[in-house]
């Protein structure tokens, strides 16, 4: 596999909570895709992906529709796709439509 970004998030959380990475360090994930690097943000985990496994790429048609919100950037590497949205209200906001999604 080469990410998983649920599995990463969790593992982060799990090294904090459990004190084996202090809480406030940035932990490091080395992947097939590149550098993964966690950091804690309040209540929440933010992941930063290294660019260096996905290259800028359009839109597909239909997914950002099926999402409920257009991406400001888009990358994709084989068989995957990272859409960045600047907005974090994008998220709460969006209302996908899963089974559309699920023929992508």
């Known amino acids: 596999m080469e990410l998983c ?21 940035i932990i490091r994930f080395h992947t097939r895709s590149g550098l ?13 992906f290294s660019n260096s496994a996905h290259s800028s790429g359009g839109e ?8 409920g919100a257009v991406p400001d950037e888009t990358y994709q590497s084989e068989g ?3 859409y960045v949205y600047e907005d974090e209200a ?7 439509d899963f089974s559309t999604l699920k023929h992508f």
């Open 36 to 48: 993964l690097e966690a950091m804690e943000k309040g209540n929440w985990i933010e992941l930063n």
């Open 80 to 82: 995957n796709l990272l």
């Open 5 to 25: 970004g649920h599995a990463t998030l969790a593992s982060a959380h799990i090294l904090w909570q459990t004190e084996v990475v202090p809480i406030g360090q």
């Open 90 to 96: 994008n998220g709460p906001q969006a209302r996908p």
């Open 60 to 67: 597909f048609e239909g997914i950002s529709n099926a999402l």
